[in-house]
């Protein structure tokens, strides 16, 4: 009788613990750090009723990319929560997506269209039909009528795929989404799920074969890209693994700000940066270099040095996106032209 009840408190606990981990939606802890989001468009929307679903890394000995792709809520009401990878101590640990009454936490990832840290501006339900924002969807109003323009103002744009860690997605849970998080959910349709597992067997969405720019970045609705309906990533320009791949520092427009004293030392700020930019790279690259090196004299696996190319290509992004910052930065301080010294006022990708 004992042992009957003891194994009947152990199959208790493990459904439980099946039954957490299905609505947690957590899996593998990775060490590498996944890739920045890859730029593209977002495809036309097939039909009334379908939702926007972004595209993510996925990993299996390798991180390889599940293109964006319009779903069919599984119930009227129900939205999307992003998945998204954060940092947990020891490693990345992959959050799964899941459908629910309200969005939950995804990371503080800007993941585009109307995802864009926190929350869901792409649309929302109305009397039982999905309502589309056509500021930030590629709806055909012609056929589809729901729909409403609201524009939203986005906080940055960066390309970050991953929460907490080095470089990482500063961002937690709001007290709202914390209770979004205990709500009724359901996991990805069972056309999410296959369209996942086409995109892990297509060797070319592998991050080692496409370098950050996947072949197939969206799609119209789930698993047409095996058809070749497809929108590719486009390849930003600071995609480059090491930073001596990255294309010069553009010098930003000399000012004119009709002070001639004050226009030089604006120039000089400019050119101090730029020099400062340089260098920068190069010590980049000379850590790179010595990476490279090490591995040159210890056998090295092919895992191992895919490993070293990502971790290189995340440090290349980031510095690329801190000297772009930077520069912004710099012009915003500085007047318009013409404004002798007094400052003047003044469907997305991704």
Known sequence: MRIRIILSLL??????????????QVSVSIRIAPPPLPVYEQPLCPGDGYIWTPGYWAWNDDYYWVPGTWVIAP?????WTPAYWGWGGNGFIFNEGYWGPSVGFYGGIDYGFGYFGHGYEGGRWENGHFSYNTTLNNVNVNIIHNVYNTRVNRPGDNRISYNG??????AHATAQEEA???????PPAAPQTQHALAARNDLQQRFSANHGAPPVAATPAPGVFKDRAVVPARQPATAAVHPKELPPIERPASPNTGNPKLDQRYQKQQENLIVQQNQDRLKLQQKQDQKHQQLAKQPAGQARTQQVEQQHQQQTQQLAQKHTKQIEQMQQKQPPSGGGGSRGGGGERR
Do not use: K
């Open 11 to 24: 199959f208790a606990t493990s459904m439980l613990f099946l039954s957490t981990a299905s609505f947690a």
């Open 165 to 170: 860690g080095n470089g990482g997605i500063n």
């Open 75 to 79: 119930e009227p009401g129900f939205l």
């Open 180 to 186: 979004n998080g205990h709500e009724r959910h359901t």
